[in-house]
């Protein structure tokens, strides 16, 4: 355990953000299995589900939890998909 008052705060800060790009990550994760499934079982929503998950993916990316390029290569799979379905 940190003894300094600016290393403890860094702890609870840490711990705080971490939080928040687990929970972040998760929904990214979730909305783009959601498109996924919506596309392979050709549902009547795909294409709302698809826009969830690059809404999601831009989400990401602007917060710097993935890279910009690879938030287009999931966006570019995602469309590539939509289409041949």
């Not at 687990?22 to 929904?27: I, L, P, V």
């Not at 969830?52 to 690879?70: E, G, R, S």
């Amino acid at each position: 355990m940190p003894q300094i008052k600016s290393a403890k705060k860094r702890v609870k800060v840490t711990a705080k953000k971490s939080a928040n790009n687990k929970s972040t990550n998760t929904a990214l994760k979730s909305a783009i299995k959601k498109a996924n499934i919506a596309i392979d079982t050709n549902a009547e929503d795909k294409e709302l589900a698809v826009k969830a998950a690059v809404k999601k993916i831009d989400q990401a990316a602007a917060k710097n939890l993935i890279h910009k390029n690879t938030a287009a290569r999931k966006k570019s799979n995602l469309a590539t998909k939509l289409n041949k379905a």
